[in-house]
């Protein structure tokens, strides 16, 4: 059996993330009674985009941590480094989306887990030569 435990973990911590943010989508719109579209809500176009944004690039996120551990191009430290600032950056991201007080920050999420996915993936590539 493949043991891809830093991968696993990060996958339930998304799992976990993507239904928070879901269930948040879907409660402001049983409160609105809206089922399809945003009813021009700016709550529930921040939910809906935060939702979205995290659907949109956690897969990748996903993949490219299964392919670092596979092939063994990161370090388990390096490995599990990557696994926090990834968990860290859709935090803040999400946060600072939904405008949570003082805890997120769009931006600095954003930076975060572009500048890991480019590291992760020189590291990546650079095993495979």
Do not use: Y
Not at 15 to 34: E, G, K, P, W
Not at 42 to 68: Q, S, T, V, Y
Not at 111 to 126: D, K
Request: charged fraction near 10%; glycine fraction near 8%.
């Amino acid at each position: 059996m493949l043991s891809i435990p830093a991968t696993a973990f990060l996958t339930g911590i998304f799992a976990l993330m993507m239904t928070a943010l879901s269930l948040n989508v879907s409660f402001r719109r049983r409160d609105l009674q809206v089922g399809i579209g945003d009813a021009n809500d700016a709550a529930l176009k921040r939910r809906i985009r935060a939702h979205g944004n995290f659907i949109e690039n956690a897969p990748l996120i996903i993949l490219l941590c299964a392919a670092l551990e596979i092939t063994g191009a990161a370090s388990a430290t390096l490995l599990w480094a990557f696994v926090a600032v990834f968990i860290v950056a859709r935090l803040l991201h999400a946060l600072g989306v939904l405008k949570v007080p003082g805890i997120g920050s769009q931006a600095i999420g954003m930076v975060l887990q572009h500048l890991a996915v480019l590291a992760g993936t020189v590291i990546l590539l650079a095993g495979l030569v």
